[in-house]
Nanobody
Framework: QVQLVESGGGLVQAGGSLRLSCVASGTTSSIKTMGWYRQAPGKQRETVAVMLNSGSANYAESVKGRFTIARDNAENTVYLQMNSLKPEDTAVYYC???????????WGQGTQVTVSS
């Protein structure tokens, strides 16, 4: 079992920045990936950025060059630095980890990010 606690969402004007944090606890030694997903109203949840244990990261095309994912493995924490935010980035952002040989998904409670134009 892994528990995830997110923080850092909020309201920001277009062009602004926010930093999301997610702390994992529990069976963290079996974590394979840590990442961020988002879901806007009326849309499906989509991948934003995912980082493997190796440190390599994958980003959605829509956020490349603006968002940066980082991990602190010692603190079992994953961050998402979001710069040059756009109104279309407005969504609930969810932290995700994949754990164990079955790559089981665990999700955070979600944090609202709202970008005003």
């Amino acid at each position: 079992q892994v528990q995830l606690v997110e923080s850092g969402g909020g309201l920001v004007q277009a062009g602004g920045s926010l930093r999301l944090s997610c702390v994992a606890s529990g069976t963290t030694s079996s974590i394979k990936t840590m990442g961020w997903y988002r879901q806007a109203p009326g849309k499906q949840r989509e991948t934003v950025a995912v980082m493997l244990n190796s440190g390599s990261a994958n980003y959605a095309e829509s956020v490349k060059g603006r968002f940066t994912i980082a991990r602190d493995n010692a603190e079992n924490t994953v961050y998402l630095q979001m710069n040059s935010l756009k109104p279309e980035d407005t969504a609930v952002y969810y932290c995700n980890v994949k754990v164990g040989i079955s790559w089981m998904n665990y999700w955070g409670q979600g944090t609202q990010v709202t970008v005003s134009s």
